[in-house]
Nanobody, 117 residues
Framework: QVQLVESGGGLVQAGGSLRLACTTS????????MGWYRQAPGKQRELVAT????????NYADSVKGRFTISRDNAKNTVYLQMNSLKPEDTAVYYC??????????WGQGTQVTVSA
């Protein structure tokens, strides 16, 4: 059973930074893509950023381009999300996603990010 463990969430003032980490059990190389999604209260879950495990190609939501950076450390089976210049509208629960070559998806339990004005 694949497990995803997220860490790094918390409370930060607007303009501040946080780094989220998602560590997956098992080999990261059986995953095609990993990424981060977020869900604010009363809103649908939305894409934040994804990265392919083999080539490292990245994709970002327009709302976070230039502020967030996704990266991976394959040796540590970990994907990171560096979040800079945070805004109150970035407040949400952030979820890690692992997408397998088989098409199966796994989600983490979520980590709360709160940005105060």
């Amino acid at each position: 059973q694949v497990q995803l463990v997220e860490s790094g969430g918390g409370l930060v003032q607007a303009g501040g930074s946080l780094r989220l980490a998602c560590t997956t059990s098992g080999s990261i190389f059986s995953a095609h893509t990993m990424g981060w999604y977020r869900q604010a209260p009363g809103k649908q879950r939305e894409l934040v950023a994804t990265i392919t495990i083999s080539g490292g190609s990245t994709n970002y939501a327009d709302s976070v381009k230039g502020r967030f950076t996704i990266s991976r450390d394959n040796a540590k089976n970990t994907v990171y999300l560096q979040m800079n210049s945070l805004k109150p509208e970035d407040t949400a629960v952030y979820y890690c996603l692992r997408s397998e070559f088989s098409g199966r998806n796994y989600w983490g339990q979520g980590t709360q990010v709160t940005v105060s004005a």
